[in-house]
């Protein structure tokens, strides 16, 4: 079963851009994740599905802002502009013939 | 628009059982993978369960397995989770989710299961 790992927590200034990352563990480089975002007291959003060759695909109404990119067994989430309301916990998910896989996530804090 | 609505969430004592429902619309329920994922207080995502579209397969998280039962009505557009033999452990916000390919696409707003004497 894959295993996804995330840094705790991250942090950047209003209106500059974060990279957070996901990797997947050993034998399952090539794998596809998805990111979602939970900001505060919601449920999950889903933001976007990402391949290991660094093509991805956007949820309906995730801004521009939100991008994607991978290598090797890194999958990362880029946030450009970086707004009040991106303050959120940020989690990676993949799969296998038997389970789905969350990482542990990644609380994001906007200075 | 996808909507998933999750009901049947409350307080219940360790050793109980509740059953989740999760009521779908806007897409078309009988063709797609659905999942449920919880969240404890203060805790991450944690995956639970998922069917596949017509029910025959079903897949659990070791926590779970043994205890909890997916199923779905596709006729009523509804997905079901049968929580026997509940634990203190169990508490969180069970959030239903839809699957259009091998990850999460949508989700719910979520119940909270409270298992507390």
Request: proline share 1%; hydrophobic share 35%.
């Given at each position: 079963q894959?295993?996804?790992?995330q840094?705790?927590?991250a942090s950047?200034?209003l209106?500059?851009s974060?990279?957070?990352?996901?990797?997947?563990?050993?034998?399952?480089?090539s794998s596809?994740?998805?990111?979602?975002?939970q900001q505060?007291?919601?449920?999950p959003?889903?933001?976007?599905?990402l391949e290991?060759?660094?093509n991805?695909n956007?949820g309906s109404?995730?801004?521009?802002?939100?991008?994607?990119s991978?290598?090797g067994?890194?999958?990362?989430?880029t946030?450009?502009?970086l707004?009040?309301?991106?303050?959120?916990?940020?989690?990676?998910?993949?799969?296998?013939?038997n389970?789905q896989?969350?990482g542990?996530?990644?609380?994001?804090?906007?200075? | 628009?996808?909507?998933?609505v999750?009901?049947g969430?409350?307080?219940i004592?360790p050793?109980?059982?509740?059953?989740l429902s999760?009521?779908a619309s806007?897409?078309?329920?009988s063709g797609?993978?659905?999942?449920?994922?919880?969240q404890a207080p203060g805790?991450?995502?944690?995956?639970?369960?998922?069917?596949?579209s017509?029910?025959?397969?079903?897949n659990y998280?070791d926590?779970v397995?043994?205890?909890?039962?997916?199923s779905?009505?596709n006729?009523?557009?509804?997905?079901?989770?049968?929580?026997d033999?509940?634990r203190a452990?169990d508490?969180?916000v069970?959030?239903?989710a839809?699957?259009?390919?091998v990850t999460?696409?949508?989700?719910g707003?979520?119940?909270l299961?409270t298992?507390?004497?």
């Open positions: 894959p295993v996804l790992t840094s705790s927590s950047a200034s209106g500059s974060v990279k957070l990352t996901c990797t997947l563990s050993s034998g399952h480089s596809i994740i998805a990111w979602h975002q505060a007291g919601k449920a959003r889903y933001l976007m599905k290991g060759s660094g991805y956007k109404g995730v801004p521009d802002r939100f991008s994607g991978s290598f067994a890194d999958r990362y989430l946030i450009s502009n707004q009040s309301e991106d303050e959120a916990d940020y989690y990676c998910e993949t799969w296998d013939s389970a896989v969350f542990g996530g990644t609380k994001l804090t906007v200075l | 628009e996808v909507q998933l999750e009901s969430g409350g307080l004592q050793g109980g059982s509740l059953r999760c009521a806007g897409f078309t329920f797609y993978w659905m999942h449920w994922v919880r805790k991450g995502l944690v995956w639970v369960s998922r069917i596949n017509d029910g025959s397969s079903t998280a926590s397995k043994g205890r909890f039962t997916i779905r009505d006729a009523k557009n509804a997905l079901y989770l049968q929580m033999s509940l452990e508490t969180a069970y959030y239903c839809l699957a259009y390919t999460t696409d949508s989700w707003q979520g119940t299961v298992v507390s004497s």
